[in-house]
T-cell receptor, first 114, second 117 residues
Framework: DQQVKQNSPSLSVQEGRISILNCDYTNSMFDYFLWYKKYPAEGPTFLIS?????DKNEDGRFTVFLNKSAKHLSLHIVPSQPGDSAVYFCAASGYETSGSRLTFGEGTQLTVNP | GAVVSQHPSWVICKSGTSVKIECRSLDFQATTMFWYRQFPKQSLMLMAT?????????EQGVEKDKFLINHASLTLSTLTVTSAHPEDSSFYIC?????????????FGDGTRLSIL
């Protein structure tokens, strides 16, 4: 039962353009969502998060949008840079589900071409 | 700088041996740590939740006798893969729950690449 899904295994974008990574979830008890960036053989690096009481959170080039009714969130990276190339995971947590216990999506490999 | 240290980063050993992986929180006390496993091109799958001073909580399908977890102090949790076999080869990642709160509920280690020959 995949409660967090990233349906696009890969995404290729030109440098300077916008990258949009999508994530869907099924568990309505999730109330906190995070995006992580990960390189091979390394642990995930936190990028940005959003609480369910918000619909947008922005931090520099990264913006996360949350659509609760659709159970959908997205990460926008603009402008995209070659150094952004990595696997991006979305994750979800619910206060009712053991506090900070995280459920991860399958990941999306982002490639930013120079 | 890193707030969670995981050691070793890479280990190769023969089938049948046991391997211990350490996870340390460096600048906070972690009553709760998590152990994940990641197969190539797949998601991070939570294996177990490590609770300081009590037994770990294992996810469904994870053998507790195979993956021994000890959380004897507020800064250290260990995962021991007992009698490891080639199918246990994977990337193991720990994280520590930050009691100070903030935007990140967990801080992750850099992972351990385990290869069983």
């Amino acid at each position: 039962d995949q409660q967090v899904k990233q349906n696009s295994p890969s995404l290729s974008v030109q440098e300077g353009r916008i990258s949009i990574l999508n994530c869907d979830y099924t568990n309505s008890m999730f109330d906190y969502f995070l995006w992580y960036k990960k390189y091979p053989a390394e642990g995930p690096t936190f990028l940005i998060s959003i609480s369910s009481i918000k619909d947008k959170n922005e931090d520099g080039r990264f913006t996360v949008f949350l659509n609760k009714s659709a159970k959908h969130l997205s990460l926008h990276i603009v402008p995209s840079q070659p150094g952004d190339s990595a696997v991006y995971f979305c994750a979800a947590s619910g206060y009712e589900t053991s506090g900070s216990r995280l459920t991860f999506g399958e990941g999306t490999q982002l490639t930013v071409n120079p | 700088g890193a707030v969670v240290s995981q050691h070793p980063s890479w280990v190769i050993c023969k089938s049948g041996t046991s391997v211990k992986i350490e996870c340390r929180s460096l600048d906070f006390q972690a009553t709760t740590m998590f152990w994940y496993r990641q197969f190539p091109k797949q998601s991070l799958m939570l294996m177990a939740t490590s609770n300081e001073g009590s037994k770990a909580t294992y996810e469904q399908g994870v053998e507790k006798d195979k993956f021994l977890i000890n959380h004897a102090s507020l800064t250290l949790s260990t995962l021991t893969v007992t009698s490891a076999h080639p199918e246990d080869s994977s990337f193991y990642i720990c994280s520590a729950r930050d009691p100070r709160g903030g935007s990140q509920p967990q801080h992750f280690g850099d992972g351990t690449r385990l290869s069983i020959l």
